[in-house]
Each structure stands twice: as structure tokens, then as C-alpha cells.
């Protein structure tokens, strides 16, 4: 109970309390410009923050997480330029809304939901964080593999238009994923012998390249349009509207959490099964997906930032990062003598209720800080595009840099960029490419973990699965998702007997 | 006798010091070879702004990742050698020649300091079905092809401890499970995703006391202060002294040809820093034998350390090249 | 209004995954020669993937690569097959919907900057491709159009440089020097 009342830490310290603003502000801003990432501000600032006191130092760093996770849903619906992975989902019904001139209802309603969510994940986080690492540390290298493979049958939902387009960008993004020395084996691969093709492409610059760059490209089409008036007059979307997605945004904030505390997945991956979940879900939506669905902006928003509450998870109970962000904070704490483990609950609990109210307050600033300053933002879209659009490729150009300090890492971007330009002219979904690249390593590596440690064997491999319930449940849910939910049968045998019908005809 | 070296090393640095006039005039950038949050990331943070402060300049530290941290070493390889770019790093381009991982190594570089130097440990499971090292080689010897072992990659900590146990035991057959860090390893191991993972002792050391994993042996000639119950491997075969004490480390250097009193400061700067207060509490907390260590002496650890892991992988027949090839001379027996 | 509005709801560029670009049953210019590229592509990825590690083990580090190129190369013949069967989008060419001349310039001043990025550094080559890039597309004056690139430029290298210490190609511009400038003018007020 003493250790509880640490909760209000950050409440009763009018310092903390500026601190956790100051850090939520900043990460929205962060998060929104598609070249700065969280990840990035949160290792700077374990330099910056190196004299201070460990308290500050965690606020401010979670402020900025909180805030950064919240913010790339802003360009996202703004610009149709998602500021950071978790924000690619959001961008499909978010941008048809703003194109409406409804911006400020979609921007009201990401807030609200990401706030719902992200209380979600903290109110996980403090009941329940033993019995979720527990439960994370059960998934095998095969489970992890499964849920690979379940994240890649999202393609099905991803490709509104045609399928096997959808299924060769998914493809390729699981190619772009494997460029590069082989972290297990060291092996090169698909480098071609070029020095330069050795360390990979960077994730971030190809999701820079193929959705900043080719909207930039995309939009000088537009170069001499009038841009679009925002009406920002109704941002706090009624309670209706949230009672009427309250339910959604439960099953949603639960595919977070879990997707969040697991190791090696993160908001990314949550908000694209979020939005996928959505559109299984919901039969009759008021606007249909891809043209402004409101679900469409619930289900990711929601997950990704309940996503930040199971983050933590792993990283409280057992000093175990649930994703790159939870990963610098332990090194962060290390530095300031504390020693993230299994003994940190034990030994320092009040650093666990620390944690969690500095949470809650970002939560609280997120909703602040998004509801206003709408303005600020709208007036940046409204710039005429003559400025716009050099601003979004400098951006764009700064920001594949920024992430590893390589200039091939511009090169990849702005090659991605142009490719990313024919695909959208010729009806290639990009969403799936990022998914490729996103899933690429935990298919692969898993993968050959999985079969390792079986010696090779298939057969000792599915004794394994049907042994453990947990694997099962997952090779289940792949089989029946993909026989069922994912029309990919029923798509292709109609497509197959029209393709007939019109040889006929 | 270690320490009045060390004391005399440090006087020498730090009268030699004051020569290095204007610099730095502009400041320096840090290039980080392993992502944000690692072992070396920590270190860096850790010690450079201490040393900052005796430089009297600043150090823009930056992540540069890919390549088992080729890439980092390149830059700065490719850089002027006035100074201004400094790496920062671990052991691993010293095999990045036998490996086949690239041209240069730290013979490229002067070390400006070895900052600290890391214990293995070798872990197991908690429900695995042995509690020490001799019950886990009587346990591969029952059932030959079963235990799963954690590794990292050709190069790592765990091939090289690998290594060194297929030296001395003769060749053991287990099932290697290769992770891409101790990190995610140690994870599955906690799991059960493999049962037996060899990690340097800060990474598992919270695991250990918390009982979420058991220590089977320390890879030391003694008994870790933090963990002194745990017995060393040389109490279960006198065959291991041979290759102790072994550990991967943490340094910080500068290219080849930048000037000798560039060089003075730096390691005055990083030297006084290294004995902070604050950044000892660190090292040892996580289980870091504290260095410190430049000039010479940093040198012949280099080349010692290079010239033991590169043939004990070479023998193990985990090379790429052979350390001949580069004129890594066999350690005298 | 209505008019921007159709514009803006145009669909065939593919301002979106939920609403892609091309057409149900027509192929548009270009999209053929777009295919054939991705075929080929797919190919050499293939044959590269297969030069990893061969088919060795399941286990082998070029099995998912190999796998993912297959794919890649299946479906991409059966796109090949399907958009080859199509008849031409009649009211579109490649000059006017596909890659106009504004695009084709901006990708020219891209690879320009790109490449000037590394000799030249950051700082002299984004302010030239920000005045390029107004320049041409606003078609100001001189002094509107130079002032906002510096305007811009200072606000960015102020975020990046500065606030986030990402180091930028330096090049001829002395930015180093110009912070410990200012650092030791600030150390000397305090």
C-alpha cells in the first residue's frame, strides 16, 4: 500500500508533473513529423537527462512516448503521411476524411480513442503485468512464427483492390526485409556483392520513401489546386460516438496490450491487426472502410497506444524490452543505477507505481494536447503546396538519415519513393510491403528457430505444436483465417471463373 | 604491481595531457557501433559525459548500427584522422578478419581506452534437468542431439564459449538455436525455448537472483564477487585455465595516424572519467571488471585477446580465414 | 468546389491502400512495361535468393528468401498474364497521368540533392534544392522565394542539428565550428 501511494508521485510534484507535459507536448509534435522518431528523442535523451535524477529523467521520457505513439496519427490524417509506423493504418480512414473536410472530427476522435486505449494499457499494466509477462514468455519460437504468418494474412484486408497485386507487395516487403548480412549466420544476402547492400534497408526509410515521397510526388499532380478548408469547429466527437465504439475499442485495446508485451512486436504491428480486426468485425459500417470509417480510426489508435501500457510489461517484471522505445528505458535506468530485472518489482516497487502514474498523467496531457492546438496543424496543410511539398521532401530526406546516419539509407528512401509512385498509379497496395518488411525478421528468424530446435524435422516440429496448446490455438486461428475470414479462395475462384466467362464471351 | 602501472600510466597521461593546445576546437562526433539501449550504448552514455567534463569540449555520441557494427568502424575508418570522430566499441572487430566480415580491425585505430571488460556465465533453464556444469555434460552425454543451446551468430560470446567447451570436452552434440543478441536469447531461455545459454553475467545476473534462471558456471579463474556461490569452470576442469581470463570488453578509439597529443588528451579525458564515482558504481553493478586501460598496455590486450579468440575459433573450425592469413600469430603455449 | 472535390476523389491514382489506383479492367499507360519490370525483377531476386545457401536445409538462411521471391515471381507472371489480356485506358498517356513533366523535373532535383548531399554537405545543398524546388513550383519572386528556404532551412537544421544532434553531412559549411561558437559564447555569459 506505501508502495502504491508512489502513484501520486508525479501528481503531488509540481516538477514531475511539468516534466511529464513538457515530454507529452514534445512527443507530439515528434511523432507527427515523419522524420523524427520516438525512439530517436527517448536515446538523446539519456544523454541529456544523464546528471539529472532518475525520476525526471522517466517522466519526461514518458511523456514523450506516450505523446510520439499519439502524434503520427496527426499527419496521418492530415497529409496522408503516417509520422511513424504506427500511424499506417490510421492513414486509410483518416486522410478520406480529411479530404472531406473533416479533419478536426477525425483528429477528435483518434484522441479520444487513443486515450481510451492508452488507459487500457495502463490499467493492464497495473493489474495485471506478472500474469501478462507470464503469459508472454509461454510464445515459442514457433508461436512467434505463427503470428508471423497471421500478421501477413492481413494482406488479405490490407488489398482492397486486387489480391494477388496485394500478395506480391507483401512479398517483396519480406524480401526488403531479408537484404542484408543474415543476423543469425552472418550470410549475405540478396546484396548482390555491393558493400553497400550489407547492412540492409532500413524499415524506416521505406516506409518514408513509399509514403512521404510518393504522396509528395503524387500530390504535385495537385501542385496548383486550392487546398482543402478543414472545418474544426466539432472536435470532441459526442458520447454517442464513443459508446456506440466502446465495444470495439475493448476487443482493439486488448489486441494491443498483448501484441505490445510481447518481445520483438510493437504498436506497429498491433494497429495493423487492430484495423484488420475492425473490418472483420464491424458488418455494417456508417461509411464504408478506405472512404472515412470511423472503426477504421478506433481500432488502430486505440491498439497502438494501448500497445505503450504492454510495452512496459515486460520491461517492469523482468527487465525485458517490449519494444525498441522500453529498451533504451532500460538502459536509461541502468545509468541511473537502478537495475531492471525480475528484482525490480521486488526491490524498488515504488518505481513500478511511478511508472504507472506518470503514465496516467501523460495519458491526461495526450488528451489535452491533442483536443487543442488543431489549428496549428490544419494551418500547416492549409499551406499552399508549393511549400508544402519541398518542406515534406526535406523532411523525408532528413529523417532516413537521421535513423542510422547513412546516406544509403536516403538513397533506398527516395528510390522507394519513385517506386512507390508507380505502385499506387498501377493499384499495388503499399501497406503490405510495409508488412512484409515489419514481419519480415520474426517469420524468418523464428522460423528457423523453430526448426533448429526440432533438428529439421517436420514431423518432431508438429508434435511440438499439438503438444502445446498455445501453438495449436495459433495454427488454428492461421488455418481458419486464412480458409475462411480472408476471401482468398472465394476471390480467386471468382476471378478464375471470370476470367473463363470472358474467354467465353 | 597492476596498480602502480596503472598509476604510473595514468601520471604519464595526464602530464601529457595539457600538451594537445586547442583542442577540441569544435566537437567530436561518437559513433556508437551497437543500436541504442545495448551494453555498449549504456557504457558510452555512461562515461563520456565524465569525460566531457575533463575535456572540456562535447561529444555528439551517435547509433550506428549493421554489420556486427562494421559499419561504425568503416566510418570512422573513412574519416579524418584529426580526432573529431571517435569509436566507440566492442570486441567484435577483432574478428571481423577471420569472420570475413571486413578489412580493418582495431589495428586501424589506436585505443584511446579499454574501458571494461565483461565475465561469462553460462545459464540454464530453471526446470532444466541438471544444476551445475558437470550435470549438464553428463546430461548431453545420456542424450546426445537434445539439449538446446543459445547462440548469437559465428563470433559472438556464446561460439566463442562454445568454442572453448568443444575444445576441452571434445566436441559435444547439442542443438545450437541461434538469437540475434543475449538479450532475446536469455528470454527464450526463461521460456524454455532452449535450455542452456552462455551470456556475459550483466545480462543474466538479475534473472539469477530473482531464480528465474540457474547459473551452471562461471567462465573465471575465481569466484564473481556478485555471485560468489556460483563455482568457476576451472573447478570442473583445470582444462579451461588455458583460455582465462576471457571476456568480451568495451573501447573507445581513435584512427591510426591522428596526433599524438590528440591522442594524449582524449585518453587523459577518458581516463579520469572512467574513474567517476558514479561510472564505477555502474561497471560494477553490472558485473563489468573495470579496465581503464590505454597506450601499451590497452595494445598487447588487444593483441593478446585477438590472438586467443582467433585461433581457439579457428580450431573449432568456425572461421572463415584463418588468423595466419592476416598474420595473427598463434598464442606461445 | 465540386470540381476540386472530383479531382480530389479521383481514385485512379491510388491516394490510398483502401482506395488503389488503376482501373478494375482497363491497364494503364505504362502499366504493362511497369509489370515486366517486376517480373524480371522478381527473377534476379530469385536467382540471388537461390545463391544464398542453395536448398540445403529447411533451415538454411535462403529458404524464406527463396520462398518470398517465388512468390513474388508467380504472381507477378500472373499480373503479367492478367494486365496483358486488358485493353488500353483510352483518355490517358504517360505524359499527362502518369509522370508529367513537374513530376519527372522534381525526381530530376531529388537525385540532384541526393547526390550533392555527401561533397557538398546538408546545409548549401537542401537551401539550393528548397529554392529550386519553390522556385519552380510557385513561380514567385526572388526574395519571397529565397527567404522562406532560409526560413525553412534555419527551422529544420535548428530541430535536427541542434535539438536532436543528428550530424548531417557536414561538407564546406563550417556547422561545427558555428556551434562550439556559439557554446563558448554562451559558456562565457554565464
Known sequence: MENFLNFFTVLTDPYLFLMVGVGTFAGVYIGAIPGLSVTMAVSILISFTFSWEVHPAIALMIGIYMGGVYGGSRTAILLNIPGAPSAIATAMDGYPM?????????????????????????????VAAPFISDFA?????????????????????????????????????????????????????????????????????????????????????????????????????????????LGLSMQTS??????????????????????????????????????????????????????????????????????AVTAIMIGALFIHGLNPGPMLMIEKPDMFWFIVGALVVANFFMLLFGLTGIKFFTKVVEMPRSVLIPLILLLSIVGSYAVNNSISDVYWMLGFGVFGYFMRHYGYPLGPVILGVILSRLLDDNWRRAIISEKEDLGRFFVGVFSSPLSTILLAAVILIFVSQTPLWAKMKSRLSSAKNRSHS | ?????????????????????????????????????????????????HAEAVLGGTVVMQN????????????????????????????????????????????????????????????????????????????????????????????GLPSVITAMMNTVEGELDVIAVPFDGDGPA????????????????????????????????????????????????????????????????????????????????????YHEGAQHEDFVALMDGRGFTLMNISGDEAQSFLTAWQQNTAWLLQDAGLTQASPEDFGIARPAE | ???????????????????????????????????????????????????????????????????????????????????VRLPKVATETIAKD???????????????????????????????FLVFSIKFLSRRNWAYVLGLSLLTLVGIWLIFRVVFSVLMPAGVFPEAELIQFFRTLFAGAE
Request: net charge negative; aromatic share 8%; glycine share 12%.
Open chain 2, 64 to 155: 550506428m548500427t549493421g554489420g556486427v557494427g562494421a559499419i561504425a568502424l568503416n566510418y570512422v575508418a573513412d574519416a579524418e584522422a584529426d580526432g573529431y570522430t571517435v569509436l566507440m566499441g566492442a570486441e567484435n572487430p577483432l574478428l571481423y578478419k577471420v569472420m570475413g566480415l571486413g578489412e580493418k580491425d582495431y589495428s586501424d585505430f589506436i585505443p584511446v581506452s579499454i574501458l571494461a571488460r565483461g565475465t561469462a556465465i553460462l545459464v540454464a533453464n530453471v526446470d532444466a534437468p541438471f544444476d551445475d556444469y558437470a550435470g549438464m555434460i553428463a546430461y548431453i552425454n545420456e542424450n546426445p542431439g537434445e539439449l538446446k543451446l543459445g547462440a548469437t551468430g559465428p563470433g
Open chain 1, 254 to 323: 486488448t489486441i494491443g496490450v498483448i501484441i505490445g508485451a510481447l518481445p520483438g512486436t510493437g504498436g506497429d504491428i498491433a494497429a495493423l491487426m487492430a484495423y484488420d480486426h475492425a473490418k472483420r468485425v464491424t458488418k455494417n459500417p456508417e461509411v464504408p472502410f478506405g472512404e472515412g470509417a470511423i472503426e477504421g480510426l478506433v481500432a488502430p489508435e486505440t491498439a497502438n497506444n494501448a500497445a505503450v501500457g504492454g510495452a512496459f510489461i515486460p520491461m517492469m517484471t523482468l527487465g525485458i524490452p517490449g519494444d
Open chain 3, 98 to 128: 502518369i509522370l508529367p513533366i513537374v513530376v519527372i523535373v522534381f525526381v530530376a532535383i531529388l537525385a540532384g540533392f541526393s547526390f550533392l548531399l555527401k561533397p557538398l554537405g546538408f546545409v548549401p545543398s537542401a537551401f539550393m
Open chain 1, 137 to 245: 514468455l509461454k510464445f515459442q519460437p514457433r508461436d512467434y512464427m505463427f503470428l508471423a504468418v497471421l500478421g501477413i494474412l492481413l494482406v488479405g484486408s490490407l488489398s482492397t483492390g486486387s489480391l494477388i497485386k496485394g500478395i506480391f507487395a507483401g512479398a517483396l516487403g519480406l524480401a526488403i526485409g531479408s537484404v542484408g548480412m543474415d543476423p543469425l549466420t552472418f550470410t549475405p544476402r540478396l546484396t548482390f556483392d555491393l558493400t553497400f547492400m550489407k547492412s540492409g534497408i532500413s524499415f524506416i526509410a521505406v516506409m518514408i520513401g513509399m509514403f512521404g515521397v510518393s504522396e509528395a510526388l503524387l500530390q504535385l499532380h495537385q501542385v496548383g489546386l486550392p487546398s482543402i478548408r478543414q472545418k474544426i469547429d466539432r472536435i470532441i466527437p459526442s458520447f454517442g460516438t464513443v459508446k456506440k465504439h
Open chain 2, 186 to 269: 536469455l528470454t527464450a531461455l526463461q521460456g524454455g525455448a532452449i535450455d542452456v545459454m552462455p551470456a556475459v553475467l550483466g545480462a543474466a545476473i538479475e534473472g539469477i537472483k530473482a531464480g528465474n534462471m540457474k547459473p551452471l558456471a562461471v567462465f573465471d579463474l575465481e569466484a564473481n564477487q556478485h555471485l560468489p556461490e556460483v563455482p568457476t569452470i576451472v573447478s570442473f576442469n583445470e582444462g579451461y585455465a588455458d583460455f582465462l581470463p576471457w571476456g568480451p570488453f568495451f573501447g573507445v578509439f581513435v584512427k591510426q595516424g591522428t596526433p599524438d597529443d590528440v591522442v594524449a588528451s582524449l585518453q587523459a579525458a
Open chain 2, 1 to 49: 604491481m597492476k596498480r602502480i602501472v596503472l598509476g604510473a600510466v595514468a601520471a604519464l597521461t595526464m602530464a601529457t595531457g595539457a600538451m594537445a593546445e586547442g583542442y577540441p576546437t569544435k566537437e567530436i562526433q561518437g559513433i556508437i557501433q551497437w543500436g541504442a539501449g545495448g551494453s555498449t550504448d549504456t557504457v558510452m552514455r555512461s562515461v563520456t559525459p
Open chain 1, 98 to 126: 480529411a479530404l472531406k473536410g473533416k479533419a478536426g472530427e477525425a483528429i477528435g476522435v483518434t484522441t479520444v480513442m487513443s486515450f481510451l486505449g492508452g488507459f487500457i494499457g495502463i490499467f493492464v499494466l497495473a
Open chain 3, 1 to 83: 468546389m465540386s470540381q476540386t472535390e472530383d479531382k480530389y476523389d479521383d481514385h485512379h491514382d491510388g491516394r490510398s491502400d483502401a482506395t488503389p489506383g488503376g482501373y478494375a479492367n482497363e491497364r494503364r499507360p505504362g502499366e504493362l512495361i511497369f509489370t515486366l519490370f517486376l517480373v524480371i525483377v522478381s527473377a534476379i531476386l530469385l536467382l540471388e535468393a537461390y545463391g544464398i545457401s542453395g536448398l540445403k536445409k529447411l533451415s538454411s538462411p535462403g529458404v524464406i528468401p527463396m520462398a518470398t521471391t517465388g512468390v513474388m515471381l508467380v504472381t507477378g507472371l500472373i499480373i503479367l498474364f492478367q494486365t
